[in-house]
């Protein structure tokens, strides 16, 4: 399955920025293994915000779900998931 993922980060503006970096170290270093993992498929930046949005393929929610708690980030990002289905145009 295919998931749309919009995430808004929302670490503390009074974080240590040693721990800032750490957590971006570890925040990219698991991206990528999602990447090799097939999982992450793509990942925008939003434009004036601390934000993405990704394209993810899961087995399903659950997985997915597991995949985003994975990130070293994840207590601090406010995330949105939508489900997406083929398209029927997009058929062949």
């Known amino acids: 399955m ?8 929302r670490l503390p503006a009074d ?3 040693e721990r800032r970096e750490e957590l971006r ?3 990219r270093a698991r991206a990528m293994e999602l990447r090799a993992a097939g999982v992450l498929k793509r990942l925008w930046r939003v434009p004036g915000r601390n ?4 394209l993810y393929e899961a087995e399903d929610p659950a997985a ?3 995949a985003l ?3 070293p980030m994840a207590p601090w ?3 949105h998931v939508e489900a997406l289905a083929t398209h029927p145009q997009e058929r062949t």
Request: proline share 4%.
């Open 77 to 79: 990002l406010d995330v």
């Open 25 to 27: 170290a570890g925040e």
């Open 15 to 17: 974080t240590p920025a």
């Open 69 to 71: 708690m994975s990130l």
């Open 64 to 66: 997915l779900h597991d």
């Open 51 to 54: 934000a993405t949005i990704g």
């Open 2 to 9: 295919e998931f749309l993922v919009r995430s808004e980060n």
